[in-house]
């Protein structure tokens, strides 16, 4: 009787999130590594700066890998504002509205059944909408919440 740990769908399914792990990694890796450079550029106060190249990829993560894009999209911030030197309070503040940049782009793409290769003008104005618009407003209301509701900004 052969060993049911070492059965074929056993290593599909091992190999499968290997590799959805290692996209995660390298997905995390290259937000934190946009994001510390962006945080670190034109300050406008705590934890905020006027570009943070890592937002696009924060908001394209959701749309091309999914769940999996979103977990990074939530991840990668919290390195990226701790290496910039944003306290804990900061770090964890900012999880509901990057949870929220990295999810509302990836939703509306799969409820709207959008595609994500953009073709023509209604997918390139509905990346504009759900993309460009939404998501960082999202994410500035309730980041800035957050930094108010922590103490750090009055």
Known sequence: MPDSRFSLATI????LLRRR????LILCVWGVLLGTLGTWSWKLGHGFSAIWPALIV?????????????LAATLFPMASNAMAGIGPLGVIGYLPANLLQGLLPAWAFRHFHLDRALPGRRGLLS?????????????????SAAVVLFGEAS
């Open 58 to 70: 924060l908001i394209t993560r959701g749309i091309w890998f999914g769940g999996w894009g979103v």
């Open 12 to 15: 599909a399914s091992s190999s």
């Open 21 to 24: 792990l290692l996209t995660l």
């Open 127 to 143: 990346f504009v909408l759900w993309g460009a618009i939404v998501p960082p407003t999202a994410g500035a209301l309730v980041g």
